[in-house]
């Protein structure tokens, strides 16, 4: 029988890092590639997205890594295929990045107080604030008589009504019936867009709380808002004009037609600290707006909106109020790569890695007859040191498609003109695939530690052991900090058990337990959300070689009893 020759590593076109990144262009042969390709996690029922009788999901949630952007493209495509229905995307960090200067200017200034008195107010704007008590402790005393919350939904309520209106036109769909309040819907809209001399512009230039208007839209907006206005007015409140634009949306007449509206890089800027917190309230409110959109038509909608997030920013979003954790609760899902058995082989990760390498042979040119039937066979060692190939893979993984990803591209990179990824091609780009998966943790690490402070982290587990008890990583730390006196600072702002809870958050640490007899190993991905300092903790596989630590396994158990829920 004749036997195909498999394909050079060089020529497996097996996706990108980041997603978005495959997609880059929009063509026929790339969706295919991409469709050909994906994998549907387990837990994910797209009909809960794409159906619009059967809407559930508003919300796609997930550690960093685990195909949040992948879904979400899947989704769009899916959507596309669809009579009837369009999809279009806001990309919150690419599209809002030259903007941030100018945001806090159009966000609603709220004052939260505590201590009233006559003069409270006396440098700010009465019109745009609320009040409500809260209790003196959850104040800084510097501000004891009232703090500034920032709230940016009246301006992601604009960037979604402009979305809105320009998708509907640029491409001619019947989402609301051109009627009456289209016309007054629609034009104030576009009145506003045209303020500014660029048209482009994804939010008006505000000032004070304020937009400039000329006679034309003075005019628009006296007659069809119903705004009191002063023939002789040159601003007007932005917010004032939303919520007016909000009452003129609920009163369209709904078309033939579905628009979806999805929206990714939700991402925080990690530094500095102030831009920090900016983008993690405008992503606190981007949630509140998404769900009044969503149920603001009732039950037969025609405009739906989705947002993939990240499950650490999530934590973070839900501590500034809005009660946002109940809203991607009750319309959120978490994509999980999660085992369904206990067989590793039969692991959802490796059937990514099987339709990459497919997908990457039928787009080569290979026929249905030449695509290989047995991916592993063809490409693969059957074990690594006697442990199946398939273990070892999982086994270096945080779970995530990403993972499996940079595995297959650290091999082609080295090796591309070898056929099969062999004992010895996996053995050499452990160290690469170890590196290049810190410098990635590292970059959810920086949402809370400097550059600096990386580097002493890196200090700390550098050639030190793949398991400890919390005991013995405070005392090498301790031994590390009589000689080191940069650790005197560091420790006085993150506790070691502070810094070690965030690396279990990431992903970097685990904990051991023993469960029917075996040893078994708890992270974030695949157990509990937190950390359990009693029990012994680990280093994942994955790091290893980065920190020059040895994988071996042959430590004395402190804890033989189930882990705990």
Known sequence: ?????????????????????????????????????????????????????HFEYHFIKGLKGTGKTCLLR???????????????FILFKSE???????LAKSANKIAVVNHIDENSFDDMDENNIHTKEIDPKEIDPSELRYTRVIDY?????????K?????????????????????????????????????????????????????????????????????????????????????????????????YILFDELEPTPFPRKAYKRDVALIRDLISSINWFNISQGKNPNIFLIAAIRSEVLNVVDGLGKENNKLTHDFGIEISWKNPTERTV??????????????????????????????????????IDNIDIRKCIISHSWYRPRDIIRLLICAKNSFPYERMISQKIFKSIKADYSEESWKELCEELR?????????????????????????????????????????DDFLKTHSIRTILEDLYRVGVLGNVYWQDGKKRYSFIYNSRKKILLNYQIIIHKGLLPYF??????????????????
């Open 1 to 53: 029988m004749y036997m195909v020759e498999r394909l050079q590593l060089r020529h497996l076109d097996i996706g990108k890092i980041d997603s978005k990144h495959e997609l880059i262009h929009g063509s026929n042969e790339e969706n295919l590639k991409f469709i050909d390709s994906f994998l549907l996690p387990q837990n994910i029922d797209i009909s809960k997205f794409t159906n619009t009788s």
């Open 346 to 383: 039969d692991h959802p990760l490796l059937k990514v890695l099987e339709n990459r390498i497919k997908a990457a042979e039928k787009h080569y040119g290979y026929n249905e007859k030449q695509i290989t039937q047995d991916v592993w066979k063809d490409y693969f060692p059957k074990q």
């Open 163 to 259: 979305k809105i209106v320009d998708t509907i036109e640029k491409e001619n769909i019947d989402v609301f019936k051109k009627d009456l309040y289209w016309e007054y819907y629609s034009s104030c809209v576009k009145a506003i867009a045209t303020i500014a001399e660029e048209k482009s512009r994804l939010i008006p230039i505000i000032k004070n709380g304020s937009i400039e208007i000329s006679s034309n839209l003075r005019e628009l907006i006296g007659v069809k808002l119903n705004l009191n206005i002063s023939p002789s007015a040159k601003t007007i409140r932005f917010q004032e004009l939303i919520t007016k634009i909000n009452r003129l949306y609920l009163n369209l007449s709904k078309g033939k037609e579905n628009l």
């Open 96 to 102: 809002l990045k030259d903007y941030k200067s100018e």
């Open 74 to 88: 899947y989704i769009s495509l899916e959507i596309d295929k669809q009579d009837h229905s369009y999809s279009t």
């Open 447 to 487: 949402l809370s530690y400097t550059s600096k402070e990386l580097e002493l982290i890196e200090e700390i587990l550098n050639e030190y052991k793949r398991e400890f008890s919390f005991e013995e990583i405070t005392d090498h730390i301790t031994n590390i900090q009589s000689t080191n006196k940069s650790f």
């Open 548 to 565: 020059f630590i040895e994988e071996s396994d042959k430590v004395v158990m402190q804890n033989k009893v189930p882990l705990q829920k």
């Open 153 to 161: 939904g009246i301006l992601w309520d604009w960037i979604i009504h």
